[in-house]
Every structure is written in C-alpha cells, then in structure tokens.
C-alpha cells in the first residue's frame, strides 16, 4: 500500500534516523573499542595528564557549539525551538558520522578503531562545518534536508582537510581556513543550487523580534567567552597555547569595540544593529585562528580582530544585499560575514606573518610556505564550493520535505506548541501544517 503523503514526511526523518543509529550501534560493536590500560605507572600518568589538559577546553567546546551557536541562531522570533533542536540534532548526527569516517581513514590497525577523548574532538570539530553551513539555510531546509547535508559535508570537509593540512602543510591551527572558510562557502553553495535563481522575498516570519534577538545575543556572549578553548585545544601545550589563548582575546576584544563603534561612522541616527553585534564581535575569532600560535606582536591580534570586525559589519551593511540581488544569493545567518570574510582576511594575514617572521616556519622557506598559506585558501574556497552545489542540487529530491514557503521559519511544522498566545494566528497553525504536509 503506497504511503499517504500527508504521513510520508513525518516518517521520513524517524526511519532516517533509525537505520543510521542502528548501522553505528553495529559498527561500534565490531570495530570500536577503548585503548587497553597501561600496566606501567608513567604511562597511567602520561594519560590522566592528557585527559586532564585536554577535557576542560573540550567541556569549554560543548558549551559554545550546544549553548552558544544554538542560542545564536534563535534571532528568528518563531523559529527558536526548531533552531536549538536543529543544530542539537546535526551536531550529535555530524560528529557521530565523522567518528566513523575518520576511524575508517586514519585509525583503523588490525581491525579495530580505538576511540580515545583526541578522537572524538577532531570529530566534533568535523561537526563545526555542518552547523555553519547550515545557518546559510536556515529555517528554509526541512531536518531531513539538513541530515543529507550533513552526510555529504563530512567526507566533503575531510577531503578537503587532508589536502590543505596533510598535502600542502597548512598552518591553521585554529580551523580558520579548514572550519570556517570552507563550512562557508559550502553552504553557501548549497543554498545557490538548492533555491537556483528565484529571488527568495523576504518573509513575514523572517524578521527578528526584540525578545530572539535578545536571546540571539546571549548566545554570541558565551561564544565570545569560550572560543579561545576553540582556538587553542590543539596547539602544542606550553608557550604555543598560551600565545593563542592571549592573541585570541585581544582579537576579540578588539572586534567587540569596532563593532560598537561602527554605526556611528555607517549610520546616519548611529544606533546599533543587533544582527551586526551578534556577529561582528565574533569575527575576531575567526581571523585570528590562523596565526594564534604565531609569534605574531599583540598589536597584530589588535589590528586583526578590529579589521575583521569591520568586514563583518561592512558586509552586512553592503555585500548581503548585493549578493542577494545580483547572484539571488540566500544567505539567512550571514556565514558569509561572519566566516568568510574574515576567513579570507585571516588566511590573508597568515601569509603576510609567515613573510615577515624572524624565522622559517617550515622546511620549505617563508616564500615556499606563504605560498602554500594560499594555494591551501584556493582549495578550500574551491572544494565547498563545488561540494555545495552537488549536495544542493540532490537536496532537491521531492522525498527530502522541503517546507513551503507559507510554513518557512515556523515551529508549529516540527513542534506541539502547547500556547500559542504570541502567535499572530493561533486557530491556523494545525491546518497549515496539515495543508503543507499534503504539499
């Protein structure tokens, strides 16, 4: 008997879901195990010293990816349930898949991955990707769409960083080029072949209230907080992760003030934009990532975070409407201001250190390895670029339940909301789903 449409998307993400945690119980079960205890005592100790050094940057972690970014993403007034869940759902999803994906590539001896707490922070690292590509489509991709984007992102991003790290020797050791630059343009490259040419107008529901966008800011302060854990959890312990820690903060705290600053120089009433704190001061982060652990001066994470910031802001106020106009670019988080520019400035940044520095950062010679800085920029622009666009081409599909266009940015399509006092029509909400299951 054929499966009713108004029943066949509502199963769809559950039997997903299903098979995918079914098949990786049973992988678990044949090729996965812990590292045997050491018998020798230096050993016992070498291991507590590495779980100790290394848990608190990832507890540090945990918090900005599940508290941070999904509170970031709440800025949409009738869309804050779907956005925390979503991006709860892609990160415990995404991480999981990329476990198995690198145990496969990289860890699998005699027939058996042994996970260890490194392992499963390069994984969640490997999730990062998903949950900014996915905030260029936000709140218009159904869950299902976003679980396949998921699953052709990680072996994508995994490529994609063998080639900048293993082959060309990279040096990001804050996932500048290979995390933000890359999750970016991929989703971006999603969001041009999944919505094509139509110019996407915007929705009533799109606009942000001053409750989510509260909520929204909270988010961006406890990101704020905590990306030097980001930046610093896989540099060398010692000197190297002291110097990324400090360059971080300057970059941020100089990014924080710019972006206050700017609207008295853009605007002409120079008030603030809330989607314009949200993000521009973040973007030091995100430039600084690969050269914290350079011996780069104090006043160049300054002047990093503040020109980050700035492009940030300027992108907002200037580049998102033109793309959108001239290329029907969808961009619904603003990835591109936030990740790409900065990403671009940052690795921009990397080869001007990697020139001026006192001495050779690798065996290839300051002009052999800033070189590489920018052939390692190139493929990864490039590389999401081209994964984007086939993975939005096949989310596509009719079976993948993209919402219509009435329901986008609604909870009411995924969720039971008991009140619906707020809502402007609370009698519409059931026969709409209904109406837009039946689609």
């Given amino acids: 008997m054929a499966v009713s449409p108004s029943t066949h998307p509502r199963r769809l993400l559950p ?42 940057f990832f507890q540090d972690i945990q918090v900005m990816l599940v508290v941070g970014l999904g509170l970031l993403l709440t800025f949409l007034p009738r869309y804050g349930f779907s956005a925390l869940t979503h991006n709860f759902l892609l990160l415990n999803f995404s991480m999981q898949w990329a476990l198995v994906l690198q145990g496969l590539l990289h860890h699998f001896h005699h027939g058996q991955i042994h996970l260890d707490l490194h392992k499963l922070l390069i994984s969640e690292f490997a999730a990062v990707t998903v949950l900014i590509s996915a905030g260029a489509v936000l709140g218009r991709a159904s869950p299902c769409q976003l679980l396949v984007m998921a699953t052709c ?22 996932g500048t080029i290979t995390i933000h630059v890359f999750s970016c343009y991929f989703g971006l490259g999603v969001s041009k072949a999944l919505f094509r040419a139509t110019q996407q107008p915007l929705h009533p529901k799109e606009t942000p209230a001053p409750r989510s966008d509260l909520m929204s800011l909270v988010g961006t302060l406890i990101l ?18 002291h110097r990324a820690i400090l360059n ?44 914290a652990d350079m011996a780069v001066p ?12 700035a492009v940030c802001v300027l992108g907002f106020r200037f580049l998102t409407p033109l793309l959108r106009r001239k290329l029907t670019l969808h961009d619904q988080c603003g990835i591109h201001n936030l990740h790409g520019l900065p990403g671009i400035l940052g690795a921009a940044a990397s080869v001007v250190a990697v020139l001026v ?5 690798s065996d290839r010679g300051a002009g052999g390895q800033a070189l590489c800085q920018a052939a390692g920029l190139a493929v990864a622009v490039g590389a999401s670029l ?20 009435r329901l986008c940015f609604d909870d009411s399509l995924y969720f039971k909301i008991q009140d619906q006092a707020e809502s402007p029509e609370p009698d519409s909400s059931a026969e709409e789903g209904a109406l837009a299951l039946k689609e």
């Fill in 386 to 405: 081209l994964a984007g666009l086939l993975t939005g081409a096949a989310l596509r599909l009719p079976c993948l339940a993209r919402p219509p266009e």
């Fill in 298 to 309: 104090p006043v160049a994470a300054l002047a990093l975070g503040s020109l980050s910031a």
């Fill in 357 to 361: 520095a006192s001495k050779d950062t």
């Fill in 153 to 174: 992102e990680i072996p994508a991003y995994l490529a994609s960083e063998w080639a900048i790290v293993a082959g060309l020797r990279v040096l990001d050791v804050g």
């Fill in 15 to 56: 039997l997903f879901l299903g098979l995918f945690q079914g098949a990786l119980l049973l992988f678990f079960a044949l090729f996965v195990t812990y590292d045997e205890a050491s018998a020798q005592a230096e050993d016992t100790n070498l291991v507590a010293n590495r779980v100790h050094s290394t848990f608190p």
């Fill in 248 to 291: 971080t903060l300057l970059a941020l705290s100089a990014s924080a003030i710019t972006t206050v600053l700017a609207p008295g120089l853009l605007e002409r009433d120079g008030k603030l934009s809330p989607g314009h704190l949200q993000n521009g001061s973040l973007a030091g982060g995100v430039a600084i990532g690969v050269v």
């Fill in 224 to 241: 704020w907080v905590f990306w030097p854990s980001f930046v610093a959890v896989l540099c060398q312990p010692g000197d190297a992760q």
